[in-house]
């Protein structure tokens, strides 16, 4: 939804009272759990239908990672907006995610050696979530999006991700963990980017991962 940048402060505040006009809203909320206080996640029906609606100004409309379908454009305005300003192309940093990943590999292996499971299962989703599904991406040129829709855009990396899953077993996620691990190498070396890797801390971060799994086992 594109609002006039004058009215975009007033419309903010009735977002809920708009969508319930135009919908049989069920329940909504916003979404800063994603980094996006714009949007308003709602359901709608019955039916039941995920809608998210998110609102932008008119100033802000051509900042984007990828085209949107224009459902309604008033004056021709918002299509002459995207014909001005390309998308801006996202992909992942890989040097930020090299400057914390052997700290990430560190902190999942002390959770395994303390036995808590819960917390390297969670910690496993942090990682295909945050890393591994934005480098799968990558590899098909489609943009990061943590692991959504991965198993239709990249299903070569998906089946290899299958391996960073277990249940609720020591050994299992001990081997999930180096699973990780070995894409994170691969995918990132497969890249040829030019970024500093921190191997002194790859290798300590490895062998602690692997002596707490010889004593576990």
């Known amino acids: 939804m594109v609002i006039d940048d004058e009215a975009f402060d007033s419309v903010m505040k009735e977002r809920l009272t708009l969508i319930g006009s135009w919908a049989a809203l069920v329940a909504g909320f916003t979404g800063e759990h994603v980094g996006e206080p714009r949007l308003i996640v709602t359901l709608v029906g019955p039916p039941l239908l995920h809608v998210d609606f998110k609102f932008v100004r008119v100033s802000d409309f051509a900042e984007r990672v990828e085209d949107p379908d224009i459902l309604w454009d008033r004056d021709g305005g918002l299509a002459d907006s995207l014909a001005e300003r390309p998308p801006t192309t996202s992909v992942p940093d890989l040097q930020r995610i090299?400057?914390?990943f052997w700290i990430w590999v560190h902190y999942g292996a002390t959770k395994l050696g303390r036995g808590e499971l819960f917390e390297v299962i969670g910690f496993l989703g942090y990682l295909r979530?945050?890393?591994?599904?934005?480098?799968a991406s990558a590899r098909v040129g489609a943009a990061p999006r943590g692991v959504r829709h991965l198993e239709s855009i990249a299903p070569d990396e998906a089946r290899d991700l299958r391996a960073t899953l277990c249940g609720y077993d020591r050994h299992e996620a001990g081997q999930a963990?180096?699973?990780g691990v070995r894409l994170y190498r691969r995918w990132l070396d497969d890249t040829g980017a030019a970024i500093e890797r921190h191997r002194h801390?790859?290798?300590?971060a490895v062998r602690y991962l692997h002596d707490?799994?010889?004593q576990a086992s």
């Open 129 to 135: 979530e945050a890393v591994l599904g934005p480098l």
């Open 212 to 214: 707490v799994i010889d």
């Open 98 to 100: 090299e400057d914390r």
């Open 177 to 179: 963990l180096l699973a």
């Open 201 to 204: 801390a790859e290798r300590l």
